[in-house]
């Protein structure tokens, strides 16, 4: 109770000095308080748009069921209606890297206006706006406080990898983890759909490849691929999808064992097979595995993996091994003729590769144009923006990891720490407008569906803040109050995301967790929302 | 995927070699694996009982309900039934210390016999024979082996702390985690009410403690209470109150400012407060108090606490500071006078005092029959063990740390094999018969009902099986699989256990986490549970 205290007026001491005096979570880029408290009750608040969108019409009805978690609990209001009015400049729905993703919100006494250049930053508004809606306890009642908001990203990546291969993760848990993404800001969904241990992705060209998934029932089918990305886009959130090749292909192998490479020495660990380069046939089928798959997704971008890749395993091979001999191929290039034959693929299905930064480790000279995600270091970020590439930071933001930046703290969920400190910049003295955002990993080798909510939140928010709001939002204490705000609304919306301090977090008495997302999209909304 | 073939090997050589060749968890004390698998159809296992008990009915129409996970998605059965016979050789329904929870299990073809001495060892025979239940996915279809188990528990006192103080926990949520102890054998729930920050606990004599509440809905009722304590006797386990005094004792003053010690220089942290022990009223206080709130438990045992008592605040308030000069108190006489002045209490409410083994450490001489729970250190139980005091293992198994142990694993789950390591006499020489158990703790500074499932489970797994199983059975590589087994079929039952390897667990497609018990007692079920 007395922490509660003191969490108050450190509060009241932030308004005074003019620090993040609003429990929004990121932070917003600017904001101007004003004097009034506007009550609001249950069911009062109507959201009304310029334009037609399907897509927009999904995230209007969304928030209006948020604003009033308690509201089947309420009396049924006789105060006046207050209407959200949303002015969107342009009907461009194109969802790619770097639209703009800038709103404006003013709440005055009789006028709540949120305006923005297309219906993605109004998206980011109504988060914005659902955030400001306080509920009072004791009251049962709500308020709005009056205020000036100019916001827009810091990075315009802000990225989110699932791990759907580790463990099958279904469908409806994708789609509820993309809530979760949406309400914190992350726009991009990074979707690692295979893996060494499971194949899980159907494919009508090569239907065996689901032999490599665990279970017949633990595949996803172009439908549900495709609601995935519709879902995704009612939150302004681009998918796109990671084959992880040529390293990690032990499960290609399931079904296809051509495609594999053969060497007992490293078998006993899965992690170990890559595919036989050694085969034109290999390339024959990554070439129409992909144009099959890519048309699924709308992004301009595509995840090759490259990661981990074992060559030794290659080595072993005798027909792999007599194959670079005869092209008098060292590993590195094997491995760099293996990327060259997929730049063609990707030019083919009109797409951007991204890679993990093992191949350059590895010596390998990428395309240009390919977007290097950083896994292992910040020198070696360094020297991949320097050497020209654009890059993504993730090495600073392993959830999976039980001390990710080797720090000890106390209690394993402040963590959260350690990621709100790793700034893209720190330690980069150069080119580091070369780093487009970053990506959170949620590896999966001990995560399901039934566990990533609680192993993702609150700590996740941390990393959200970082690539959204300015570099200079950055102290803990300061932020903890928000983020505590933040989480209890993340649980009231059926988010499994706990607590960082000690306080009350009052939930609805039928309150579940589903693991299922808030809204059913029809068949027909996804076609509407993946034409536009 | 291999990588579960890797492990369908290990356990096919364990099989072989004859260790643990059951996914059973704890595992038994002794297993005889017969050469038949019966194939059991959905719904076609009944439970008979050779005695009446209410509580124990629960008991068998819960399993009954668990047996079948996805049996709605079966066709009716057109098979005959088994009839799972329990023979229990004495209608004591005495719960303490103790009592004899061993059983027997015998699948054969046509016969299921499980026997044990009173209703509380059939509870664990129950829990065996429900894990024997072997599901398959791909034919959806149910089998059990043919076995003969004898068993019992290697320690009489295990337990797991539960602090509904940092956090309001609500009762259903309370019940639910009673569930996922009692599948795991543990049998005892220390309840760690109150503390610095809360006092949840409604008082009909001192009404105004619920001001310390986080909120006038934060708090448990008498009902609530009993319900607790009588839906634990339903898993046989044991419920015992903690109210930590002297220190960490500011919630209490909330409501009775009078109780507690003024100390400016010591406030900003709320965890510094004890009561001021001064004041002949304090102790009337405490009298009256544990009077109302110990009927409403049967165990003898009763926690008060005593850890981390700041006695500079006691220095720094003069009425105290005078006082103990007056009596010519160092402060660790001023301790002492307090825990005698409890001893008197405990005698005339008939309980039987635990305490942290702060008070020893302080220097504090404990009634011999005191039992010690220590959260320090190994070397510390040593000392206590050879001072004769009986004692409990915890700080091995504080489930809020990060790094539990010191130890640095990739992954933060796979701190369970910590736990599972840490057997209660390591490094201890002498008096190891003293140790009569142990207590997971789950300090709720970042937990509430929303992560609480998650961040215990499956890790506490491993201190189950610790405290159950024989000491000889603690190999990881073992338990692994089992634990798979295990982690997958208490997310079935709706705990959130996550895994710990990559695998596939098949789930029902409506399942939700509810935060709720598996089973409602009515009123007068409560009523009969407690009376027996």
Request: hydrophobic content about 40%; charged content about 15%.
């Amino acid at each position: 109770m007395i922490k509660k205290i003191i969490l108050f007026f450190a509060v009241l001491i932030a308004i005074v000095i003019g620090q993040q005096p609003l429990n929004v979570v990121p932070y917003p880029q600017q904001v101007s308080i004003g004097t009034c408290v506007i009550p609001v009750a249950p069911g009062s608040i109507l959201i009304e748009s310029n334009i037609e969108s399907a897509t927009f019409s999904v995230s209007m009805d969304r928030y209006t069921n948020l604003f009033f978690p308690f509201s089947n609990e309420s009396e049924p209001s006789s105060n006046e209606s207050f209407l959200l009015s949303v002015t969107i400049y342009s009907d461009d729905e194109t969802l790619q890297l770097g639209i703009d993703e800038s709103y404006s919100l003013s709440i005055e006494q009789g006028s709540y206006q949120l305006k923005a250049t297309n219906i993605y930053g109004a998206m980011r508004g109504l988060e914005t706006f659902k955030q400001l809606i306080v509920y009072n306890e004791l009251e049962n009642s709500y308020s709005i406080v009056c205020v000036s908001i100019s916001d827009s990203p810091r990075y315009p990546w802000r990225g989110f990898m699932v791990d759907s291969a580790r463990h099958y993760i279904p469908k409806n848990m994708i789609l509820h983890m993309i809530d979760s993404l949406g309400f914190s800001k992350f726009n991009t969904l990074h979707w690692h759909m295979v893996d060494a241990v499971a194949f899980p992705v159907e494919s009508t060209t090569y239907p065996d490849l689901t032999k490599g998934a665990f279970s017949p029932s633990a595949t996803f089918s172009h439908d549900d691929i495709q609601e995935v990305v519709a879902y995704a886009k009612t939150y302004g959130i681009r998918v796109i999808p990671e084959f992880d090749i040529p390293g990690h292909a032990a499960a290609w192998g399931i079904g296809y064992p051509e495609l594999v490479a053969t060497c007992p020495d490293y078998a006993a660990n899965v992690n170990n097979i890559p595919l036989d380069i050694s085969n034109p046939a290999t390339f024959t089928f990554i070439q129409n595995l992909f144009t099959e798959i890519a048309p699924l997704f709308i992004d301009n971008y595509f995840h090759t993996g490259g990661d981990e890749l074992v060559t030794g395993c290659w080595l072993e091979d005798p027909a792999i091994a007599n194959w670079m001999t005869k092209m008098g191929f060292s590993t590195t290039d094997a491995f760099q003729y293996f990327e060259n034959n997929l730049d063609v693929t990707m030019k083919s299905i009109n797409r951007t590769k991204i890679t993990w930064n093992d191949p350059i480790d590895y010596g390998v000279q990428l395309n240009p144009e390919t977007l290097v995600q950083v896994w292992s270091s910040g020198s070696d970020l360094q020297g991949i923006v320097n050497s020209g590439y654009k890059a993504l930071v993730s090495f600073a933001w392993y959830l999976d990891k039980q001390n990710p930046d080797n720090n000890i703290h106390y209690e394993w969920q402040d963590t959260w720490q350690d990621f709100y400190a790793a700034d893209p910049t720190n330690n980069i003295s150069t080119n580091a407008e070369n780093i487009i955002g970053g990506e959170a990993t949620m590896w999966a080798e001990q995560i399901n569906q039934v566990n990533w909510d609680v192993r993702v939140w609150p700590r996740a928010i941390g990393i959200a803040e970082r690539l959204w709001s300015a570099q200079s939002v950055n102290s803990v204490s300061l932020a903890l109050p928000r983020i505590g705000h933040f989480t209890c609304d993340l649980s009231r919306r059926g988010i499994q995301s706990g607590p960082l301090f000690p306080d009350y977090c009052p939930m609805q008495d039928d309150l579940v967790f589903t693991m299922k997302p808030n809204t059913k999209l029809s068949k027909s909304e996804i076609k509407l929302i993946l034409n536009k």
